[in-house]
């Protein structure tokens, strides 16, 4: 597997890539870094790959490199929140459900004290 950063919009991609070329998998995320914040909007992984910690490992990559920012995950399915409290222990990282306050949860960054 290989594991690649696209940006689309506002947004970054890790995509999952598998035999062939094809794409198995993706998450989609966010960070600001003039506010520290990060927030998770969807992890998918196609029905045959997952349960092999593909969608662990993308995790790992987003978020490591920003351990010290606040992170959040919409966190939808019971299935989810199992997931991200795994990880959760994993990463020494809390995953706030919802969004920030932030540039990831749309609304613009808090003004800086002058």
Known sequence: MTYRREASGRSQVIVVVGPGGRVVGQLVYEVCHEC???????VAIVSPWQRRGLGREAVHR?????AHYTWTTSRQSAAGRRFFAV????LDVRFGVGRGECGPAGGACPPKDR
Do not use: Q
């Open 36 to 42: 520290r914040t990060g927030h998770i909007h969807s």
């Open 62 to 66: 987003t978020v490591l490199p920003f």
């Open 87 to 90: 990880l959760e222990g994993e």
